[in-house]
Structures are given as structure tokens and as C-alpha cells.
């Protein structure tokens, strides 16, 4: 008689997904009376006191973003599994990685300097052309070229990291709004992509359906409908021009603001441990859960990953303005501190689900909380036309380092996932340092930049 083993898919306990809820909603509404009460308050987004062209301002580009957002979650959460109904292999899947983090370190490193000299607004366009371009491409021919696919979204994640932001902070300068109202925009931005992404997820997998062949180029539909729109409301919305500099004056200013402040390296080598980090994250997560041909819903656990995210965001507002009122540096290198334990342990290969489920919560909840930090020091102490080529500069040594892990981890099986997760822990431990070391540089009043 055999012997009959019984297997279970794992999933998340649905009581989680009720937590993040109801944390984030508290997170939210709460926040008024207790900034109401500190003795530290200043203008929040829950201010009566803030003028509606602010408001009407904000929110026409939080839903430009959010389409944005939902363009970029679209192609990130069904590409794996397309490229897998197409019979594309693993091994041809790592070369496609590679050609995208190529064109992201040898293209996308520049273009936030060329979106600085022709302006922010036009490379925020090439961003919903390119993914309008990628659409119908998959959408008229039955065999899409991978490699073209894999270019282009490279090129439109590396504008989506610097585009908008610095056409928001531009236009936020170019109205006359105050710039302590800038926070709260930071901390909705990573709220609003993050609830976009999961929002593009039961999108897609509500238009795929069961009928699988039917509708396998349903998603492509979605991405051409959502570039319209934001090509629509771009061209009607955006009206104006920005007086950017010429190269010569853009490149004195570059020398001396960006190169020559050591802060500024600071940040930016921050800035490109997280994006490795995160970059490694995404690349390994789904591995090490299903590692010894273990069953879990994947689909279930990434919005528990993407809500805890939320909820890191909405604790930025409590830091900088309640009633613990704590400098920038502080909380980034309590947070990077949590991000590198959290790496260091799955790097130890920890092999129990439930543990590192929490563990990727509690990476992600940091991820929410960092992002719009970052953001706010850059408006500190880089200039706002020189924002965006700071940031495709400072992620030129995450994507090196991406591509060189990808050749020989991935492709030639020289390196270990655990390896890659410590040295990512290592990165991010440093840059817990480098905030640290900032907050020394920084003990005198933060100046102002920015010119007019």
C-alpha cells in the first residue's frame, strides 16, 4: 500500500492583508490630531490653511502618476509569466535581464542630464510613448521581439525614477507653492505607486481571465489605453516652457553643486544602495520562497509586500512633522540599519516561510519610509536643475553592479543568491554610514540651493 503525502499551498494569513488595511488607515486619519497637538507643526497636507491651487495641483499630478505607476506595474507583474507562455527560457530570460540592465547603465544613466537640458515634462511624454510604442508592439505582432520589449521598459523604469519627481519639484517651485507642502507629496507618491502596482496586478489578472490564449495580449490593451491617457492629459495639461540652461552653464553648475559637495555624494551613493537592494530583492524573492520545490501563492504574498510598503510611507509624515519631530538622517539610518539586518538574515538562507514573509513586510515597510526621505534631502541640497541628472547619475553604480551579478550569477553561475543578498546588506549597511556621515556634514543650518 502506498503511501499517500499530502501537500498544501502555502499563502498568507488573510488577517494580514486586514492589518495593513486598517494600520494605513489609522496611519492617515490620526495624523491630524496629533500634528494638531505638537509643538513642531508645520504645513501638512491636512491643513486647512493650504491654498487650493496647491491642492488642485497636487492631485492632477498624483493621478498622472499613478497612471504612470500602473503603466510600470503592468509589465512588471505579468512579464515573467509572458515571457514563459512564449517558451522563453530561463536562461534566455537572464540574457533578456541583461540587455535591459545594459541599456538602463550605458542609456538610462544620461538621461536624466538630457532631461535637466530639454526639460522634464518632454522626457515625462517619451515615458508614455515608449510604453505606448511597447503596447501596440505586442499587441499587433504574435511573436514580439523580447530584446526591443526588454530595452524599452528598461529605458521608461530609468525615466520613471527621476522624470516625474523633478517635474513635480519644478512645477512646485514654478507655481510659488511652499516648499515645507513638498513632504507630503513625497510620501503620496510612494503610497500611490505602490497601491497603483497592486491595483495593475488584479488588473492584469482579471483581464487574462482563464482563457489564457484568448486574452494572453489583454495586459498590452490595458498599457495602450493608460499611455493614451496620460499622453492626452500631458499634451492638455502641461501647457507652458520651462527656461532650461544651456550645456556649458548646466555643466559649470554640475561641477560645482554636484561633484564638488560631498554631501551630495553622500546621498547618491544612498540612493544607489537602495535601488540595488530593491533591484536584488525583486530578482530573488520569488527563489528563495519557493526554494526546495516548496508551493505558495506568489500572487497572493506580492500585495502584502507592496501594502506594507504603503504603510512605511505613511509613517514618513509622523517623523518629520508630529509629535517626535526627528531630522531626515536620523530615521534613514535607524531604517537602512532595519533594511541590511533583514538582507543579512534571508542571506543566511532562513528557510522558514512565515519568518520570511515578515522579514520582506518589514523590508518593504523601511522601502516606504526611505523613499520620500531621500526625496526630501535632495530638495535640500541639489538644485533643482540638476535634480534629475543627480539621480541617473547616482544609479549608474546600482546598475553596474546589477548587470555584473546578473552575467555572473545568473547567466554563468559563478555566484550564489545568498551572496548577492549579502552583498546587497553589505551596500545597504553602508549606506546607513553615509547618512550618518551626512548628518555630521550637516549640523549647520541646510541652505537653500536653489536658484532662480
Excluded at 497636487?58 to 504612470?68: M, P, T, V
Excluded at 544612498?270 to 527563489?287: E, G, K, N, R
Excluded at 537602512?336 to 542571506?347: C, E, K, P, T, Y
Amino acid at each position: 500500500m502506498g503511501v499517500v503525502i499530502e501537500s498544501s499551498i502555502w499563502e498568507p494569513n488573510p488577517a494580514l492583508f486586514i492589518f495593513i488595511f486598517i494600520s494605513c488607515f489609522f496611519s492617515i486619519f490620526l495624523f491630524p490630531y496629533a500634528s494638531n497637538s505638537s509643538s513642531n507643526k508645520t504645513s501638512t497636507l491636512f491643513d486647512h490653511g493650504i491654498p487650493s491651487s496647491f491642492l488642485r495641483f497636487q492631485r492632477k499630478f498624483l493621478f498622472l502618476y499613478s497612471l504612470a505607476s500602473a503603466m510600470e506595474g503592468l509589465w512588471s507583474v505579468f512579464g515573467e509569466f509572458e515571457l514563459a507562455y512564449y517558451g522563453v527560457s530561463r536562461e534566455q530570460m537572464v540574457l533578456y535581464l541583461c540587455v535591459g540592465s545594459a541599456a538602463a547603465l550605458f542609456i538610462g544613466t544620461f538621461l536624466g542630464v538630457l532631461s535637466d537640458l530639454i526639460g522634464q515634462a518632454k522626457f515625462c511624454l517619451i515615458f508614455c510613448i515608449l510604453h505606448l510604442f511597447v503596447g501596440i508592439w505586442k499587441r499587433v505582432t504574435s511573436h514580439p521581439s523580447v530584446l526591443v520589449a526588454s530595452t524599452c521598459l528598461s529605458l521608461t523604469s530609468s525615466i520613471f525614477s527621476f522624470s516625474f519627481e523633478t517635474w513635480m519639484v519644478v512645477q512646485h517651485e514654478k507655481q510659488g507653492h511652499r516648499q515645507d507642502s513638498m513632504s507630503d507629496t513625497f510620501w503620496l507618491m510612494t503610497f500611490f505607486e505602490s497601491a497603483s502596482f497592486i491595483g495593475s496586478q488584479v488588473f492584469a489578472n482579471w483581464l487574462v481571465g482563464d482563457s489564457l490564449e484568448k486574452n494572453i495580449v489583454s495586459p498590452s490593451t490595458a498599457a495602450i489605453f493608460l499611455a493614451m491617457i496620460s499622453i492626452i492629459c500631458f499634451t492638455r495639461g502641461l501647457k507652458g516652457t520651462i527656461q532650461t540652461p544651456a550645456f556649458k552653464e548646466y555643466r559649470m553648475s554640475f561641477n560645482a553643486y554636484i561633484f564638488g559637495d560631498k554631501r551630495i555624494w553622500l546621498l547618491a551613493w544612498a540612493q544607489a544602495c537602495l535601488h540595488f537592494s530593491i533591484a536584488v530583492f525583486w530578482i530573488l524573492w520569488a527563489p528563495t520562497l519557493v526554494a526546495d520545490g516548496r508551493e505558495l501563492h506568489l500572487g497572493l504574498i506580492y500585495p502584502c509586500l507592496l501594502g506594507a510598503r504603503m504603510l512605511g510611507s505613511t509613517v514618513f509624515p509622523w517623523l518629520i512633522s508630529g509629535p517626535s519631530s526627528l531630522r531626515t538622517e536620523d530615521f534613514l539610518v535607524y531604517s537602512f540599519i532595519i533594511m541590511g539586518l533583514v538582507l543579512s538574515i534571508v542571506a543566511y538562507d532562513y528557510q522558514e516561510i512565515a519568518v520570511l514573509v515578515t522579514l520582506f513586510c518589514l523590508f518593504h515597510a523601511c522601502v516606504g519610509l526611505i523613499l520620500p526621505s531621500l526625496a526630501k534631502l535632495r530638495t535640500m541640497y541639489v538644485p533643482n536643475e540638476l535634480r534629475g541628472g543627480m539621480i541617473s547619475l547616482s544609479l549608474a553604480p546600482a546598475n553596474a553592479a546589477i548587470l555584473l551579478f546578473l552575467i555572473q550569477g545568473g547567466y554563468y553561475h559563478n555566484i550564489g543568491n545568498a551572496a548577492v543578498m549579502a552583498f546587497a546588506a553589505l551596500g545597504i549597511l553602508s549606506a546607513a554610514g553615509s547618512m550618518h556621515v551626512l548628518k555630521r556634514l550637516g549640523k549647520q543650518p541646510y541652505q537653500n540651493w536653489h536658484k532662480s
